[in-house]
Structure formats: C-alpha cells, structure tokens
C-alpha cells in the first residue's frame, strides 16, 4: 500500500533554518513513526524562497494573511521595514510545486510563522503578539487542497491522515 506523503517544516525536524539560525524540533511518537515509514518531505519555505540562514524576524502587516500575501496583495516585512514579500511568496509557491510533486496529504509546519503559521501568525507590529490567520505558506498549501496542521495537533494529523488511508467500503461489505 502506498502511503500518504507529510510535508514538515524542517525546523520541526531539527534543521537549523529559522530566522535566527535555530532549529524547534519535536520529538514525538507519530513523527517518529512518520520518518520510519519514509512519509516525509522537509521543506524550508523561507529559504526555499530566497532567504538566507541567518536572516532578520519579519511579520505580515497587521490587516492582512498568507492568502493576501500570496495574492500579493500587503506585505511582509522586516523589524527594519523592508519588503522581503517575493521571496515569502516565491517559496510559497516553490513548496506548493513541491507539495504537489510528491503527492503530498497532509503538511505540518511550525505554528505562528509568517510562512506556516496554520491558526495564527504574529501582529505585524513586532509586539510578541498573535493573532488569527495564516503564513504565507500555509494558505498557498489549502489552496492547492493540502490540509495543514501545526506541532502542536499532531494526533489530529495522524487521525486526520489515517481517515485517508482507510480501505472504503461499499454497500455490499457493511
């Protein structure tokens, strides 16, 4: 049986790729799982986009999301005010090529970034604050049909990707 690909943040994997040269990996049982069953594709797409390691913290302006920035419409900037929207959006649009390549199911990135934050991203305002919405990333992927989910709903992911690759049954079977 083939298995559903999971695309993951390579931070989440201990790549030392972020913003400030650090990594956040997770060690945890389903991920763990993951990587055995060879399901896995790490992507960094900051970097995929341009950026290098490491690099100034940016935010997507305060009144708009992922899905504007990858519509190009607002901005991400940096602490300094510089635009650095092509290269989020450039490796928004290289992860979702990639996505798509590999036949990807599900992704999970890193929660809160300006690229993969799933639920939330921060203020725009370098104030440590969240607020609703996504990473540029995260919205290019649930475009292209990808479910995302962030660390911290790994059991909904493994439940979400076993409901995937559950044999369907038909009237004459029940």
């Not at 190009?72 to 290289?94: C, D, L, P, W």
């Not at 798509?100 to 992704?107: N, S, T």
Request: glycine share 8%; proline share 4%; charged share 25%.
């Amino acid at each position: 049986m083939t298995r559903n690909k999971v695309l993951v943040s390579a931070c989440l994997l201990g790549e030392r790729v972020r913003y400030d040269g650090s990594s956040r990996p997770v060690a945890h049982p389903i991920l763990e799982q993951w990587q055995q069953e060879e399901r896995l594709v790490s992507v960094c797409p900051e970097t995929l986009g341009g950026l290098l390691v490491p690099r100034p913290a940016a935010e997507i302006q305060a009144g708009f999301d992922g899905k504007d920035i990858f519509h190009e419409e607002g901005k991400v900037i940096t602490r300094q005010g510089h635009n650095v929207s092509q290269y989020f959006v450039r490796g928004a649009r290289r992860t979702q090529e990639l996505a798509l390549k590999e036949d990807v199911a599900i992704a999970l990135l890193k929660a809160n970034s300006p690229s993969c934050g799933n639920q939330q991203i921060y203020s725009g305002e370098f104030s440590k604050q969240l607020r609703d919405g996504q990473g540029v990333t995260a919205a290019a992927l649930e475009e292209a049909g990808i479910k995302v989910f962030n660390e911290h709903q790994l059991e909904e992911a493994d439940a979400y990707l076993a409901s995937l690759e559950e044999p369907l049954t038909t009237s004459a079977d029940a």
